[in-house]
Every structure is written in structure tokens, then in C-alpha cells.
């Protein structure tokens, strides 16, 4: 196949979660105003849900794909609902070049919808196949929602060593990113594991690109509130000495380190190195991450 055909196939996959998301969200709401909300809450970039396209698609998975799209629905909406939350706690003005939620309806209204938006991902991923990642599906929520109040209550204002920021970057942001990975494994339980872990790295490295950004980016270019995190003392890796050199470095190890989760598998590493260069790279750009370009990459048919 080749890589117009699978970007293809991929676009008509991720579409079909938007439609999804669309969907749930329109009938989730607190306010009457259904028209503000559903603008508020549009998917942004839908990495995660490009992530399990390129490795259905480019890693040729035999996998009940409708059902992958609706655990990525899930992932997507609960992804949201975390957006809703954060930009309260932040006080961000402004996401996806839009006003945020809370500023089109009211801080109150944000949080409560947010709620409700991580009730419909649970109810979703109950419909997935009789429920069968339900209880992965909590668990990555959990994890993500752990991280986040040990960083806004016992951690924030307090300088933070590296270790401890790759942990907190690892668990707010690498749960989702593996759920949506794992569920393209299907039955296959030791692919499942290194998709998962590969999803991990994968969200890791993001979340410091995004840390990174926080500090040092452009609001216009970036289309969302920046530096709220030294604003309110929410220690980064991107804050560290020699913070930026640090960020760069480690996406760099945890990209090349998520594709050598999948050495056993080659197409699918092949995927992910694509989902890498075609859906990470350029929104590592916007931090100034330029990750190394693969001089010989593999031939397509």
C-alpha cells in the first residue's frame, strides 16, 4: 500500500471517531447553548486516536477496527473532559484558537461538563465489546487524574529533579496514548504489552514537547494560554538548568525507545515510526524539537 493510500485509510479512521465523539458530546451538556459546546469541545489534533490509526492501518492488524474507533471515541471524550478541568484549574483563556470552555460557559458549567463527559467515556467503553477494557480504561483515567493532583497539591511550588518530572509527564499523559495503542493488539497479549508501553513513551515525550512549549512558545502559533505553569509554580522539566537541552533528549530516547518496544513486530513499528514522523513530528516542531529524519526509510509497495 502506499503512503497516500494508508494516510488515506488512517483519515477515514480517525474521521470515523470524530463522528463518534460528535455525536456523545451533543447529547452531553449543561447548558442550552448546544451550539457553543459542541464548538468548544471540537477534538483538537486527535494524536491519540492517529496513533492506533497508523498501527491498525500501516502495521496491517486483524482487529475488530469498529471497535477500536469506539474505544478511541472513549479515549478522545475522556481526553476532553481532562481539558475542561485543566483550563479551570490553569485559568487558560484560550485552546485550539479558541476561547476555552470555561470562558464560553462559565467556569461552574466547565467543570460540571467535564464530569459529565467522563461519565459518557466510562458508559462508551462499557459498550466496547461487552466491557472487555473497562477496567484498563479506569484504570489509565485514574492514573491520569492521579498525577495531576499530586502535581497541583503536594508537588506544586516545590522545584522538582528529573526523575520526578519524567514520572508526573509519564503518568498525566502516557495513559491514554497506551490505551488507545493496547486495544490495536487485540488478542495478541504480548503485542498488547508493547503497544502499550510504546503508547507510554510515546505520551511521555509529548508532554514534555507540551511542557516545553508552555514555556517557551508562541500563544499565536500554539493557539492556547502559555505559561501557566510558571505562572502558578508547577514545576516542569522545561524549568530545570539546562531545561531545554533535557526536553530534547529525552523525546528524542523516548520516540527511538517506543519503536524498539516493537522490534519483535516489524510492520508495526514501521507504523509507529510513521505515526512519529507524520502526526508527532510536526507538533514537536512547535516546541523546536527536530527528531532525527530516517535516511532510509522503508520502501513502500
Not at 22 to 49: C, F, N, W, Y
Not at 96 to 119: F, M, N, Q, Y
Not at 152 to 175: I, N, S
Request: hydrophobic share 40%; glycine share 8%; net charge negative.
Amino acid at each position: 500500500m502506499t503512503r497516500s493510500a494508508q494516510t488515506q485509510r488512517c483519515s477515514e479512521f480517525v474521521s470515523r471517531v470524530r463522528g463518534v465523539v460528535a455525536e456523545r458530546i451533543a447529547a452531553v451538556g449543561v447548558s442550552d447553548e448546544g451550539q457553543k459546546i459542541a464548538a468548544a469541545l471540537e477534538p483538537g489534533k486527535m494524536l491519540r486516536t492517529w496513533l492506533a490509526a497508523r498501527l491498525l492501518v500501516g502495521g496491517d492488524l486483524s482487529v475488530n477496527r469498529e471497535a477500536v474507533a469506539r474505544a478511541c471515541a472513549a479515549t478522545e471524550i475522556a481526553h476532553t473532559a481532562t481539558l475542561c478541568h485543566d483550563d479551570v484549574i490553569d485559568n487558560a483563556a484560550m485552546r485550539r484558537s479558541r476561547p476555552t470552555v470555561w470562558k464560553t460557559l462559565g467556569p461552574s458549567e466547565a467543570i460540571l461538563l467535564g464530569d459529565l463527559l467522563l461519565c459518557d467515556a466510562v458508559r462508551l467503553i462499557l459498550e466496547v465489546e461487552d466491557g472487555r477494557y473497562a477496567d484498563l480504561f479506569v484504570s489509565k483515567v485514574s492514573e491520569v487524574c492521579a498525577r495531576e493532583a499530586e502535581h497541583e497539591t503536594r508537588l506544586l511550588g516545590h522545584p522538582l529533579d528529573v526523575e520526578t518530572c519524567l514520572r508526573l509527564a509519564r503518568g498525566k499523559t502516557g495513559p491514554l496514548f497506551a490505551f488507545a495503542a493496547y486495544v490495536c493488539g487485540g488478542s495478541e497479549a504480548s503485542l498488547c504489552s508493547a503497544l502499550e508501553e510504546a503508547g507510554y513513551r510515546i505520551g511521555t515525550a509529548y508532554q514534555l514537547a507540551d511542557d516545553l512549549l508552555d514555556l517557551t512558545g508562541s500563544e499565536d502559533v500554539a493557539g492556547k494560554t502559555l505559561g501557566t505553569d510558571l505562572e502558578r509554580g508547577k514545576f516542569t522539566l522545561a524549568q530545570a538548568a539546562d531545561g531545554r537541552r533535557l526536553a530534547i533528549e529525552h523525546v528524542g530516547r523516548l520516540c527511538r525507545s517506543a519503536s524498539d518496544c516493537l522490534g519483535q513486530w516489524p510492520e508495526v513499528q514501521r507504523a509507529l515510526e510513521t505515526f512519529i514522523a507524520q502526526e508527532l513530528q510536526p507538533v514537536l516542531e512547535r516546541s523546536g524539537i527536530l527528531l532525527p529524519v530516517d535516511e532510509n526509510p522503508p520502501n513502500e509497495t
